[in-house]
């Protein structure tokens, strides 16, 4: 039977703030006995703040078999009726949801949801002298546990305290993460938030660094990270299948089975579904903002009412981040340029799961022996190295002019720029819009050197045309996001003129 001390709460912008707690309390589904606090974002995203609101609206499905539907599912189907109920559908792009126990205490405040109340009940059914032999008390493991958390359903994504902690290290050094007596621990805490599977997270590291103390390489030369690969995530509950191999050549491509064996999971954005396997690739939550900027950008959306249909391009695609979102705002066709075969396919599962469709190409036909129908996707997916994009765009079958190139690579997409710029329809012109890390005084200056860099690879195209020179000029910096202290993750909107040498 369905848990009714589980009640819903809103994640909602501070702006939407009052009108939500006021249609709530029209309808009597304000929570009296808990505050309203400001939401912690997992990812640290200060450019949107949000705050909880919790309702009284228990965490259930319209019929008797909604326990065995998928605990993403049933809050979406929640978030719908109780949007409905308030006449706040208008609003659901902008509000989302998190569940919490009210039958654990109702005088606790909601800042931490149901984890860290229910750890704590985890904690206490433990044997009662282990704590006490390790001399540790409840609070002693309470306190440094993290208080915000994520869940992409079906896994439990904690950020990590363990290794900082000396009470979870001492208990972790004796009783190890798999073991029984600590598995009853995520045992409940998965529970709690709906989830089969628990890990903790960590930050992706810029090299890798070999098992036996020497360097290994992703493409046997190099140490570096190239394809961003997620090796610092923990699994500590479920099987999230085999760990990867490092020093797998990243132009490998597993079989079928191993992607049937891995463990995928699956995040909604915008309404746009994007799916990956943890242990192969990563996920950033917090673009979040780029995403929605894009799917909204005047510029893309006047490309998609284009009569002859347009192409937008993604030089580092992943598991779709942004071009889901070209293609959700209307452009046609979207060309992506990704290394990682784990990325390529949750890309595919991706589009698939989004209505679209999608052509994979391991090898690449470029004397123009083209499989009947390749060209009649909505994705063209290339799992090369982009700095191949140029030539494959040469050889490939009539597309509809391309008018936007992602280069989405932090922390700087430079080794694209050149592509990109050849890239763009050399007639009707497009945008560029280059990911970059900056520091917050050198905006200008970074804006600066990134127009003389593309305009050096412009000039280089056109050498020996005669016609009118080119230009490319800098129309918007984004400021997505904080990536480390006093650090930007910025994005330029770079116009390149057409071949009449003037912009719309």
């Known amino acids: 039977m ?72 049933v809050e979406k189907n929640t978030l719908s009726r109780l949007l409905h109920q308030c006449d706040l559908q208008d609003f659901t792009d902008g509000i989302e949801t998190l569940s919490y126990d009210a039958g654990l205490d109702e005088s606790d405040p909601l800042d931490d949801h149901p984890i860290r109340r229910v750890l704590k009940v985890a904690l206490a059914a433990l044997p009662p002298d282990l704590l006490s032999s390790l001399q540790l008390s409840l609070d002693d493991l309470l306190n440094p546990f993290p208080s915000t958390y994520v869940v992409y359903p079906p896994m439990l994504l904690l950020y990590n305290w363990a290794n900082t902690s000396p009470s979870w290290k001492k208990l972790l050094d004796t009783h190890p993460p798999r073991s029984p007596v600590i598995q009853s621990i995520w045992s409940r805490v998965a529970a709690a938030v709906g989830a089969t599977h628990v890990a903790i997270n960590a930050s992706i590291p810029p090299r890798i660094e070999g098992s036996s103390g020497g360097e290994a390489s992703i493409d046997n030369a190099s140490a570096e990270n190239i394809l961003r690969s997620p090796i610092n995530i923990m699994p500590i ?98 060309l992506c340029w990704e ?24 090898h690449f036909p470029l004397g123009g022996d083209w ?23 040469e050889k490939l079958p009539p597309v509809p002019p391309i008018r936007h190139v992602n280069c989405g690579l932090l922390p700087s997409s430079r080794l694209s720029w050149g592509t990109a710029v050849r890239a763009i329809d050399k007639k009707l012109g497009g945008w560029i819009h280059a990911h970059e890390n900056v520091g917050v005084g050198d905006i200008e200056s970074k804006k600066e050197e990134v127009l003389a860099e593309m305009q050096e690879h412009l000039d280089r195209v056109d050498m020996g045309s005669d016609q009118k020179q080119r230009r490319v000029k800098c129309e918007h910096v984004e400021r997505v996001k904080t990536y480390a202290p006093g650090v930007l993750h910025v994005v330029l909107d770079i116009w390149v003129d057409g071949g009449a040498g003037c912009d719309e």
């Open 237 to 334: 509950y479920g099987n999230f299948g085999l760990s990867p191999d490092i020093s797998t050549p990243y132009g490998a491509h597993p079989n079928a089975d191993a992607f049937q064996q891995a463990f995928w999971v699956k995040h909604t954005q915008n309404g746009i579904h994007q799916i990956w396997a943890p242990l192969y690739t990563m996920f950033s939550r917090g673009n979040i903002r780029e995403k929605t900027r894009v799917l909204k950008l005047d510029s893309v959306l006047s490309c998609a009412r284009m009569e002859i249909g347009c192409t937008a391009v993604d030089l580092y695609a992943g598991i779709g981040y942004f071009a889901f979102s070209y293609r959700k705002a209307g452009i046609g066709k979207v």
């Open 371 to 393: 499989e009947q129908g390749a060209m009649d996707s909505d994705f063209l997916i290339f799992q090369q190295s982009n700095e191949e994009a140029v030539e494959i765009l």
């Open 339 to 362: 290394l990682n075969p784990w990325s390529i396919e949750g890309l595919a599962r991706g589009a698939q799961a989004n209505g679209w469709t999608q052509r994979t190409f391991t």
């Open 2 to 73: 369905p848990n009714n001390h589980v009640k819903v709460a809103l994640v909602v912008p501070r702006a939407l703030v009052k009108k939500v707690k006021t249609a709530l309390e029209e309808q009597n589904l304000l929570s009296k006995s808990r505050k309203i606090t400001p939401f912690q974002d997992p990812n640290g995203d200060e450019q949107r703040p949000r705050m909880v609101i919790p309702t009284t609206t228990p965490l259930q499905g319209n019929d008797q078999d909604q326990e065995l539907l998928p605990r993403e599912i």
